[in-house]
């Protein structure tokens, strides 16, 4: 059920509790300083991408993991959002990225997102599925909504995006035949599709006013570099994307401890979001005070 708060019962590897956009942690709070949206990437899941356990172990904690360290750490909304990809039919289902993002944008449009600053957290394919909600979003932005998502977003972090897709798409077909999915499909090595994303992004995001903080992982999964340091650049003056000591699916699971990505993502987070005006002293107060009631002596003797 699209917006379901995963229940203190519920199983996190139960996909039909893992769908759509979920809320974590600060998102009922009427004044935070804006929303976080994580997005896992193909065969992902909504709470296992990030989460450094196995629901599987035995000293399995399930809501301590950097999600929620984000939400006690900064005062904001921490959402999740899930979908199905899945690289197998056999698998599950999966829909094309165009059809993806516009059901993404709708359920981001249901829950006001946009209604005060957003950043987006993306792993691989979830870092396009971004950048084509976003796409989607630009186009038809006479529609008020979808211009307060397009407007609101200030921040995208990229783990092991690949943004010109990625040689194991072909791989994984090649093992698998007719029986990958469409979102294998879409992830060649240079799909025309893909390129003409990348060079969306590129050419918008400085009107947009989107900051971007890229990450990408040094670590062969199974022997196979997933996304390689070329994909996963998307281009974007100024920023100097981050090699991590961590493989495709590690790279986005943090432990406790694994300062790397967790501060460098928390510290990005801030710098996209207004700065929380803080009160003056007490005794600035207190004069103040005293200044206004003098003032209104003088006024009125």
Known sequence: MPGRKP???SQ????SNMTGLMKILGCDNPSRRGDVVFVHGLAGHAWNTWHWQNPK???????NFWLTWLGNDLDVGIWTFGYSAARLRASGSAMPLFDQASNFLDDLENFSIGSRPVVFVTHSMGGLLVKKMLNAAKTFSRNESKEAVLKSTKGIIF?????LGSDVAQWVKSLAGFLTTV???ELKAHAPQLRELDEWYRQNVDELGIKTKVYYETKPTSGVLIVNSSSA????KDVKPIAIEADHDSIAKPKPGDTKVYLGVKK???QCLPSQKSLPPADNIVSLTQTIAEKEKTINP
């Open 7 to 9: 229940s203190a019962n």
């Open 12 to 15: 996190p590897n139960e996909e």
């Open 57 to 63: 172990d035995r000293d399995y904690q399930k809501d």
């Open 159 to 163: 783990l092991s995006t690949p943004h």
């Open 183 to 185: 979102n294998v499909e």
């Open 233 to 236: 650049n998307p281009g974007i």
């Open 268 to 270: 990005f987070i801030e």
